[in-house]
C-alpha cells in the first residue's frame, strides 16, 4: 500500500470549524493517518488548570497523537496573540525538523491567521491599568460604548471584531491609544508568513444538529466537574477580569458561585453564549476563501476523515514530494 503520509518540508495542515462541531475526535484520526502532530489554535486551551471547560483533548488522545499549545499559560496572565505565534513558530519547527506535519487545530480564528498569514502584530505589552480603565469606562457607560470608541478610532478593526467581543474591543483600544496607529494598519500579513504549501479544511455541520451538540457538550461539562474546575481557579484567587475567567463556561458559571444568579440560569447562558460563539465562528471563518468545507451532517466519523485526508493530500501533494 502506497504511504498516506506527506511529506512534512514546510507544508501546513489546518483544521477549523466552530465548537462542538467534533474537530478534535477528527484531527486525532486524521494526524495517526497522515504522520502528524497536533498544534492547537484554542486561545482558552492555553491556560493550565482550565480544562473541562475548553474541552481540551484527553489524555487518551494526547497520548495517540502528540499536542503542542495545550497548557502552556498560567490562568492568571494574559496570553498574547503575539505569544501565541511565537510559541506555535516553535512548534511547527520542531515538528517539522523531525519530519512530522505540522497539523494546525482550533476554532480561534485570529490564532490560525497569526500562522497562515504571518501576521506581523504590534509590539505593544499589555497595559494593565489602561485595560482595567477601559473595563471601567465600558461598566460605566454600558455595553457597546467601547466598540463605538474605537469605529471613531479604527474603523477597520471595529469593523472585525464583534461588539461582544471585549477582550479584543479593549486590545484595539489599547494599542491605539499606546501607539497613535490603528491595529488595522499593524497587523499585516507578512511578519513572516508560512512558505509553501496551506491545506485548510472546515468542518461544518447543519445548524440544528450543531446547536443540539452543544447544548449536550454543556451538560457534559456539568457533569464533568465544570463547577469544581470554576471553583478552583476563583479559589486560586485568578481575577474574574482575567482572559480565562471571561471565557465561555468559566465566566457563565462564576457568575452563579458569586451569586449573581442561579445555577440553571448559568447553564442557560451558557448554551445561549456557546450556540452565539459557534454562529461568529462560522461568520468568521466563511469569509476565508482558502477553505475547503467539508459538512458533517449524517456522516461517521470515518467518512469526515476521509473526507478531510482527501482534501489534505489532494492540496500538499500539488507541491511534490519533500
Not at 109 to 133: N, T, W
Not at 169 to 186: H, K
Not at 225 to 250: F, K, N, S
Not at 296 to 315: C, F, K, P
Request: hydrophobic share 45%; net charge positive; glycine share 8%.
Amino acid at each position: 500500500m502506497v504511504s498516506e503520509r506527506i511529506a512534512a518540508s514546510d507544508r501546513l495542515a489546518v483544521l477549523c470549524g466552530p465548537t462542538a462541531v467534533g474537530k478534535t475526535a477528527v484531527a486525532v484520526a486524521l494526524a495517526e493517518r497522515m504522520g502528524a502532530e497536533i498544534v492547537a489554535a484554542d486561545s482558552r486551551a492555553v491556560y493550565r488548570g482550565a480544562d473541562v471547560g475548553t474541552a481540551k483533548p484527553t489524555m487518551e488522545e494526547r497520548r495517540r497523537v502528540r499536542h503542542h499549545l495545550l497548557d502552556v499559560a498560567d490562568p492568571g496572565e494574559a496570553f498574547t496573540l503575539a505569544d501565541y505565534q511565537r510559541l506555535a513558530r516553535l512548534a511547527l519547527a520542531d515538528i517539522r525538523a523531525r519530519g512530522l506535519l505540522p497539523l494546525l487545530v482550533g476554532g480561534t480564528g485570529l490564532y490560525i491567521r497569526a500562522i497562515v498569514d504571518g501576521l506581523s502584530l504590534p509590539p505593544v505589552p499589555p497595559d494593565h491599568a489602561l485595560r482595567a480603565a477601559l473595563e471601567a469606562d465600558e461598566s460605566v457607560h454600558g455595553p457597546g460604548h467601547l466598540h463605538a470608541r474605537l469605529a471613531v478610532l479604527d474603523p477597520a478593526a471595529s469593523a472585525r471584531i464583534h461588539p461582544r467581543n471585549l477582550r479584543r474591543v479593549i486590545r484595539a483600544m489599547e494599542v491605539v491609544l499606546r501607539t497613535g496607529r490603528p491595529i488595522s494598519t499593524q497587523q499585516r500579513q507578512g511578519g513572516g508568513a508560512v512558505a509553501g504549501a496551506v491545506a485548510m479544511v472546515g468542518l461544518t455541520i447543519e445548524r440544528t444538529q450543531l446547536y443540539r451538540r452543544v447544548d449536550a457538550r454543556v451538560e457534559a461539562q456539568m457533569a464533568s466537574g465544570l463547577e469544581e474546575e470554576t471553583r478552583r481557579l476563583l479559589d486560586r484567587g485568578v481575577p474574574l477580569a482575567a482572559p480565562i475567567m471571561q471565557a465561555l463556561g468559566y465566566k457563565e458559571i462564576a457568575g452563579w458561585l458569586l451569586g449573581s444568579y442561579a445555577a440553571a440560569e448559568a447553564v442557560r447562558r451558557l448554551k445561549r453564549n456557546t450556540r452565539r460563539y459557534a454562529k461568529r465562528q462560522l461568520t468568521w471563518f466563511r469569509r476565508d476563501a482558502r477553505i475547503h468545507w467539508v459538512d458533517a451532517t449524517g456522516l461517521t466519523q470515518d467518512s469526515v476523515v476521509e473526507r478531510v485526508h482527501a482534501i489534505m493530500n489532494s492540496t500538499l501533494s500539488i507541491y511534490g514530494e519533500a
